[in-house]
């Protein structure tokens, strides 16, 4: 089926938006967006206002379209949700028999601790770690869960959108360590220590996301 204009609109604005394209605050002007798309302003409003009410726009009455801010407290709501679903997943991932998909995430992940740091390659950038995190999830074979979390992602992206696609050596080495030590858990099906893990894992993650929002770290570009 064809899909229509609004529909055009919406998931043009909402991939960027999610993908950091559109940083957080930047005003969105309905006509320069008509334009671009080749479309009416009637499609553009409404595409506008669906992205309000999934959180990602703010309209001002009278005035202007914005892409929503990303404040501490989005923050730490993502990494909270996060927490309670992902140590969920791996303590019911470690006691599955059929963990040869998690094997393979940590071979990679070994290929990866052994090659040289390279900021500007694919690799050392956030997609490796979300795959990680999502094969966990894959593992479950649970389809619910699964939608659940790829919604979830949509956000956690938009969260690690505000610290860049690169990362320090020092950030680095720590990501590498703290996946091995979570795969490790689970597939040696320690509940306890993959729950355990995880927690560390985001806690860290939390922590230093919320740094780099408040510019106590620098991150080179």
């Not at 529909?7 to 960027?16: A, C, D, Q, S, T």
């Not at 601790?113 to 694919?122: G, I, N, P, R, V």
Request: charged residues 30%; glycine residues 4%.
């Amino acid at each position: 089926m064809k899909q229509n204009k609004k529909g055009i609109v919406f998931k043009y604005l909402r991939e960027r938006i999610v993908a950091g394209q559109l940083i957080p605050g930047i005003p969105l002007n309905p006509e320069e967006i008509s334009k671009e798309l080749g479309v009416s302003k009637t499609p553009v409003r409404e595409a506008l206002h669906l992205l309000e009410s999934e959180g990602l726009v703010k309209n001002i009455p009278g005035k202007v379209s914005i892409v929503s801010p990303i404040s501490s407290k989005d923050i730490r709501d993502v990494f909270e949700v996060r927490e309670i679903v992902e140590c969920g997943a791996a303590r019911r991932a470690a006691v599955l028999l059929d963990k040869s998909g998690l094997i393979s995430k940590r071979e990679e992940l070994m290929s990866l601790c052994l090659s040289e740091f390279d900021k500007t390659e694919e690799k050392n950038q956030v997609r490796f770690w979300k795959d990680i995190h999502l094969s966990i999830v894959i593992s479950l074979e649970n389809k619910k869960l699964l939608d659940f979390y790829l919604e979830l992602s949509e956000q956690i992206s938009r969260v690690r959108a505000v610290i860049g696609k690169q990362f320090t050596r020092r950030r680095f080495d720590e990501l590498i360590s703290e996946h091995l030590d979570i795969l490790d858990a689970i597939i040696d099906g320690d509940s306890d220590k993959a729950d355990q893990m995880v927690r560390l894992h985001l806690n860290r993650a939390c922590t230093y996301t919320m740094d780099v929002m408040l510019n106590k770290v620098r991150i080179i570009s």
